[in-house]
């Protein structure tokens, strides 16, 4: 199974400040014959079901703000928050889709200074 | 988008088979739009991905957990099912049904809230 490590655990950040969450993946989820990155992030806020950020490592599901990117190739990614609200503190999840089974990140948790 | 609605037993004893049914609305499961997915999440820890079937009943197995599980389609019923037999603690968790994509290999754009299974000794 390809392992999904994300950094840090948990990042606490201000009202407006940008929040930046890593992934690795243990090995690349490039798939070269289409040029695309099988990677995609999650929100979860406490006690709902994740919801769909982004996918193809940087396509935002339709809806998502535009503070929300998503960057990275090979085995690292990025998720970027631009300007965090309040409505963004929550669980950030990366999963990689590239071979079976699809795996996920520990998760990075987002909260208020 | 479709909604998905996971329904179920809340308490399973151990060594017995856990089984949930996801209601679909909004769309059919006789579509060949989706792969319809079982995960799960034990509380406090991340995402497991348990497996797939698509409309035709073409299924795929997390490795594993390929023998314990079984997800079956009732296209009357517009519903899938997941089976996990021989449960054990380990195997308490929130359990999500979702819509893939087109793609077996897939992101998840649609989940049910989710059902809340604990394993009683």
């Known amino acids: 199974d390809i392992v999904m490590t994300q950094s840090p655990d948990s990042l606490a950040v201000s009202l407006g400040e940008r929040a930046t969450i890593n992934c690795r993946s243990s090995?690349?989820?490039?798939?070269?014959?289409?040029?695309?990155?099988?990677l995609a992030w999650y929100q979860q806020r406490p006690g709902q079901p994740p919801a769909l950020l982004i996918y193809?490592?940087?396509t935002r599901e339709s809806g998502v703000p535009d503070r929300f990117r998503g960057s990275g190739s090979g085995t690292d990614f990025t998720l970027t928050i631009s300007g965090v609200q309040a409505e963004d503190v929550a669980t950030y999840y990366c999963?990689?889709?590239?071979?079976?089974?699809?795996?996920f990140g520990q998760g990075t948790r987002v909260e208020f200074k | 988008q479709v909604q998905l609605q996971e329904s179920g037993p809340g308490l399973v004893k151990a060594s017995e088979t856990l089984s949930l049914t996801c209601t679909v609305s909004?769309?059919?499961?006789?579509?060949?739009?989706?792969?319809w997915t079982w995960l799960r999440q034990p509380p406090g820890k991340g995402l497991e991905w348990l497996g797939y079937?698509?409309?035709?009943?073409?299924?795929n197995y997390n490795p594993s957990l390929k023998s314990r599980v079984t997800i079956s389609i009732d296209t009357s019923k517009n519903q899938f099912s997941l089976r996990l037999s021989s449960v054990t603690a380990a195997d308490t968790a929130v359990y999500y049904c979702?819509?893939?994509?087109?793609?077996?290999?897939?992101?998840?754009?649609?989940w049910g809230q989710g059902a809340r299974v604990a394993i009683s000794s």
């Open positions: 999963q990689q889709y590239y071979t079976n089974p699809p795996t």
């Open positions: 090995q690349s989820v490039l798939y070269s014959p289409n040029n695309k990155e099988y």
């Open positions: 193809w490592a940087s």
């Open positions: 909004g769309g059919s499961v006789s579509t060949s739009s989706y792969y």
């Open positions: 079937i698509y409309y035709r009943g073409t299924t």
């Open positions: 979702a819509g893939g994509t087109v793609y077996s290999s897939s992101w998840y754009p649609d």
